[in-house]
């Protein structure tokens, strides 16, 4: 992970979820991130060449009409390739989509995208361990991220592609004690996201210096806590009594 790095945001929809059933993708969306900006965009809709369930259609908003005036992959196919190629490959859920669009390719006579790739979802799991849902549309409004259209590629890759900034930052504020003892673990991620740990943790080495905890941690027996907020108990104001019974209620509310 560097500055000069891109990461392409991807997101796709499909008529299923097996390439190898004849499932086709029918929008592909890519948001490219560098420096934690977003530098490049580009969304289009792709003719199937099949009939597109109304299940999917009610899903994504995509009709028949519309994936029939669209771009077949084959025609397609050449310039996403060279869009992701020297990339790197990021998504909401990594396992599903970089397969998908690598049999697609195949399918057309492309090598697959030899790149590397990483989940947003298992990145968020491990940085936000606390959230009670890891779906992108809930960590959307956790993060106030704008998410107009789930379910649509164009959509679901803008808000991954904010949501990988946010991680990202995550990461940075990660105190370098806790990250070194992450990676000693190595915990089993997809793909190449553990990767992301790595590279973060070799940054923080080259450091001359470590940057000082914030108030709220301290460490104790090598780990990284944070510390108990004190709730003060009792606290009354004075000049408020509580009334003790009816007549004193009533002398309340009437003013």
Known sequence: MN???????VDIETTGTDPNNADRIIQFSCYQV???????????????????????????GIDQARVNAAQSFDSLAGKIYQLLSGTIFVAHNVNFDFPFLN?????VGYPE???EAIDTVTLSQLLLPTLTSYRLSDM?????IFHDHPHSANGDAYATARLLIVLFKQLQA???????????IHPKLPLDTFTVLQQMDASNRTQATTPDLPDYLYISNG?????????????????FEFPKNKTSKEKIIAG
């Open 3 to 9: 500055n000069n790095s891109i990461y392409s945001v």
């Open 34 to 60: 560098q420096d934690n900006q977003i530098i490049n965009e580009f969304t289009t809709d792709i003719n199937p060449q099949q009939t597109i369930s109304s299940r999917i259609s009610q899903l994504t």
């Open 103 to 107: 049999s697609e390719f195949q399918r």
């Open 113 to 115: 995208l030899e790149l």
């Open 140 to 144: 959307s409004k956790y993060f106030n």
């Open 174 to 184: 990660l105190p370098a004690m806790t990250l070194s003892q992450v990676v000693r």
């Open 223 to 239: 780990l990284v806590l944070r510390k108990k907020e004190l709730i003060e108990k009792n606290v009354r104001n004075p000049e």
